[in-house]
């Protein structure tokens, strides 16, 4: 899978999943704009990718004038973006009698909000023949005690997802979503270890997954190998959403 010259963007490029996609996509000659809201972290990605082709802004995806200043510096550029990765996201826990109206707004604001009018904003800037990838969750589909909130943020995702397919096909455009299971990164570092390794033994695979093996996923849908696929909802993580 070649991507030289190809302009990348991921939102949330600073850690865990963006991160390792970032790298990933670099690595086959991408050019890649990734975004977060913390300067220092952006910093720190860029040190560690060490790579020209990287390029970072600092923008909260939950500001719609922080959307406007990605959006204009896309068109300043006066490339087209070619793969487009709506990642940037939080993670709550709480039941749905604890959930605050504080923690459901934040949640929604990220996860919902700023992925649909990052899209909305970035659309006339796709090329033709563009790939998006929209991240949710393996929550999306299933029922998991204490991620009521998050789970519906990822299934409002898989909505937006399909209506993006069918809305940009006249443009040749693909928009796939890639579900992770639970994935080793730092929006896990507080999950304690007694917890993951349960999480861990559900799984058919018998472990978490690894950011890198996420990102294989999503650059996979951004390639041309991909050219049929759209509409899909991809599950990374290690069958445990498998139905019997
Ligand atoms: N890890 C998992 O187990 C798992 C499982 C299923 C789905 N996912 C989904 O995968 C995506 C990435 O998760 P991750 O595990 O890589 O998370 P992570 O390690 O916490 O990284 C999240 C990234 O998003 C950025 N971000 C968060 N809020 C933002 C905002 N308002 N505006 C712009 N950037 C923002 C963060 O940077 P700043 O904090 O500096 O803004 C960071 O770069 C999320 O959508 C998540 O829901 C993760």
Known sequence: MDFKNKNIIITGGSAGIGLATAQTFITKGANVLITGRNSDSLNAASLKINSQNLKTLASDISKIPDIETLAKEVAES??????LVLNAGIAK?????????EVFDDLFNINVKGLFFTLQKLIPHLAEGASVILISSGVSVSGYAQMGAYAATKSAVDAIARTAATELADRKIRVNTVAPGLTDTPM????PEDIKNAIAAAVPLKR????EEIANAIVFLASKEAS??????LSVDGGVTIRR
Not at 78 to 83: E, F, L, P, R, W
Request: aromatic letters at 6%; zero cysteines.
């Open 93 to 101: 826990q709480h039941s749905i009698e604890e959930t605050t109206e």
């Open 228 to 233: 049929y696929i759209s509409g899909s909802y």
């Open 188 to 191: 896990n570092h507080q999950t």
């Open 78 to 83: 006066g490339n087209k973006i070619d793969v």
């Open 208 to 211: 978490i997954g690894e950011a």
